[in-house]
Nanobody
Framework: QVQLVESGGGLVQPGGSLRLSCAAS????????MGWYRQAPGKQRELVAA???????NYADSVKGRFTISRDSAENTLGLQMNSLKPEDTAVYYC????????????????WGQGTQVTVYS
């Protein structure tokens, strides 16, 4: 089955940079979208950035201009370059993979990694 493993989280000072990576393995077929979500303490999970199989991207307004999502289709890896980090970026970051079900155009399966902690401290 599909597995997603995040790495790269850690402690960083405000204004610093961090790069997250997600390695996907297993039956990776019919990729619709890959993305990064995050969940801060006491808050709901939110979409940070996503990239489609066609290469188009979208970002949460809060990270636009600071974060960059990338995907290496050949290696089945997903990256998130985070610059100018702020304390409000502190959260557990999750890698997400959406696969289209065989025979369906719009029905998707969601896969999640276990998350990696990002802490921006002063």
């Amino acid at each position: 089955q599909v597995q997603l493993v995040e790495s790269g989280g850690g402690l960083v000072q405000p204004g610093g940079s961090l790069r997250l990576s997600c390695a996907a393995s297993g039956s990776i077929f019919r990729v619709d979208t890959m993305g990064w979500y995050r969940q801060a303490p006491g808050k709901q999970r939110e979409l940070v950035a996503a990239i489609t199989s066609g290469g188009s991207t979208n970002y949460a307004d809060s990270v636009k201009g600071r974060f960059t999502i990338s995907r290496d289709s050949a290696e089945n890896t997903l990256g998130l370059q985070m610059n100018s980090l702020k304390p409000e970026d502190t959260a557990v970051y999750y890698c997400n993979l959406k696969l289209r079900k065989a025979g369906y155009l719009y029905l998707l399966d969601d896969y999640w990694g276990q998350g990696t902690q990002v802490t921006v401290y002063s």
